[in-house]
C-alpha cells in the first residue's frame, strides 16, 4: 500500500526492526526532515523510562525524525502536537467521544492504554537539533500477554473489529501531525496546550502523581505555560515537570 504524506514528508518502511528509535539514530537524512521509519514488526521496542513496548503484528510501530533547531523547551512540546494527532487521527476510526489524553504522552480508549509516545532528541547547549518521536499504537486487538497495569491495553481492532493496516494510518497519522505542527510555528504552544486540555483525562478530579522521589495527590488542573502538570494538593498548588499518572 502506497503511503500519502504531506508535501515536504518523506518516510520509510522497514518490515522487521530492532527499534524504530534505533533506526532513527541512524537516518542519515539523506530523504529529508522530517522523515517517518515505518517498522511492520519491532522486537526490542520500548516506551518511556526504558519500559518495554510490546509491538505484536498488525501495530503500528514508527518514529518521526525532525531537525527543529530549538530550545528543549521547546522540543519537549512535540509530545503535545504528537498526542493531538494522535487523537485525531483515532477519532477517524473509533469517534472523538471514546478517546481521552492522558499526561504527559498517552491516548487512552475506553479508558485503556491504546496508543504511548517517546521522545528522544540531541544537541549542543541550548539547541536541539534532532527529536525523534515514537509513537505506538495498538491498532488491532490489545496484546493479551501484559503484566499488570494501572491503564490495561486495548486495541482498535477491539472497539471496531476491524485492523487498519499501519501504512494506511500512517497516512492519516503524518496528515494530522503536519496539521497540528503548523499550529504550532503559527499560533504558539498556547493552542496546543487549549487542545490538549480539551481532551484531557480526569481534568478537574483527583488524580495521583509519582514522580520517583514522592507520590502527589491533588486535583487536576491542567498545563501550564511549559506543558508541566498543575496538581491542586491540600498543601497549595503543585508544578510536576516528570511523573507517572494514575487515577
Given at each position: 500500500?502506497?503511503?500519502?504524506?504531506?508535501?515536504?514528508?518523506?518516510?520509510?518502511?522497514?518490515?522487521?526492526?530492532?527499534?524504530?528509535?534505533?533506526?532513527?539514530?541512524?537516518?542519515?537524512?539523506?530523504?529529508?526532515?522530517?522523515?517517518?521509519?515505518?517498522?511492520?514488526?519491532?522486537?526490542?521496542?520500548?516506551?518511556?523510562?526504558?519500559?518495554?513496548?510490546?509491538?505484536?503484528a498488525g501495530a503500528f510501530a514508527a518514529s518521526l525524525v525532525m531537525q527543529p533547531r530549538c530550545t528543549p523547551a521547546e522540543a519537549?512540546?512535540?509530545?503535545?502536537?504528537?498526542?493531538?494527532?494522535?487523537?485525531?487521527?483515532?477519532?477517524?476510526?473509533?469517534?472523538?467521544?471514546?478517546?481521552?489524553?492522558?499526561?504527559?504522552?498517552?491516548?487512552?480508549?475506553?479508558g485503556g492504554k491504546v496508543a504511548g509516545i517517546l521522545l528522544e532528541s540531541s544537541g549542543s547547549g541550548q539547541l536541539v537539533d534532532?527529536?525523534?518521536?515514537?509513537?505506538?499504537?495498538?491498532?488491532?486487538?490489545?496484546?493479551?500477554?501484559?503484566?499488570?497495569?494501572?491503564?490495561?491495553?486495548?486495541?482498535?481492532?477491539?472497539?471496531?473489529?476491524?485492523?487498519?493496516?499501519?501504512?494506511?494510518?500512517?497516512?492519516?497519522?503524518?496528515?494530522?501531525?503536519?496539521?497540528?505542527?503548523?499550529?504550532?510555528?503559527?499560533?504558539?504552544?498556547?493552542?496546543?496546550?487549549?487542545?490538549?486540555?480539551?481532551?484531557?483525562?480526569?481534568?478537574?478530579?483527583?488524580?495521583?502523581?509519582?514522580?520517583?522521589?514522592?507520590?502527589?495527590?491533588?486535583?487536576?488542573?491542567?498545563?501550564?505555560?511549559?506543558?508541566?502538570?498543575?496538581?491542586?494538593?491540600?498543601?497549595?498548588?503543585?508544578?510536576?515537570?516528570?511523573?507517572?499518572?494514575?487515577?
Amino acid at each position: 500500500m502506497q503511503i500519502k504524506l504531506p508535501s515536504g514528508v518523506s518516510a520509510s518502511f522497514h518490515a522487521r526492526a530492532g527499534s524504530t528509535m534505533d533506526l532513527a539514530r541512524s537516518y542519515d537524512g539523506a530523504q529529508g526532515f522530517p522523515h517517518w521509519i515505518l517498522a511492520g514488526t519491532q522486537s526490542k521496542a520500548r516506551g518511556r523510562r526504558g519500559r518495554s513496548w510490546l509491538c505484536p503484528a498488525g501495530a503500528f510501530a514508527a518514529s518521526l525524525v525532525m531537525q527543529p533547531r530549538c530550545t528543549p523547551a521547546e522540543a519537549a512540546q512535540r509530545s503535545f502536537v504528537a498526542a493531538c494527532a494522535l487523537r485525531r487521527a483515532l477519532s477517524s476510526l473509533v469517534g472523538a467521544g471514546a478517546l481521552a489524553q492522558k499526561w504527559p504522552n498517552d491516548v487512552l480508549l475506553n479508558g485503556g492504554k491504546v496508543a504511548g509516545i517517546l521522545l528522544e532528541s540531541s544537541g549542543s547547549g541550548q539547541l536541539v537539533d534532532r527529536l525523534t518521536i515514537g509513537i505506538g499504537v495498538n491498532l488491532g486487538p490489545a496484546p493479551q500477554d501484559v503484566a499488570q497495569a494501572s491503564f490495561p491495553p486495548i486495541g482498535v481492532a477491539d472497539v471496531t473489529g476491524e485492523s487498519l493496516a499501519p501504512e494506511a494510518f500512517l497516512s492519516i497519522l503524518a496528515a494530522e501531525f503536519a496539521a497540528v505542527e503548523a499550529i504550532l510555528q503559527q499560533q504558539g504552544f498556547a493552542e496546543i496546550r487549549a487542545e490538549w486540555t480539551a481532551h484531557a483525562a480526569r481534568l478537574g478530579e483527583e488524580i495521583t502523581a509519582r514522580t520517583g522521589r514522592e507520590e502527589i495527590i491533588g486535583r487536576f488542573e491542567g498545563l501550564d505555560a511549559q506543558g508541566n502538570l498543575l496538581l491542586l494538593t491540600a498543601g497549595g498548588k503543585r508544578v510536576i515537570p516528570a511523573a507517572d499518572i494514575y487515577f
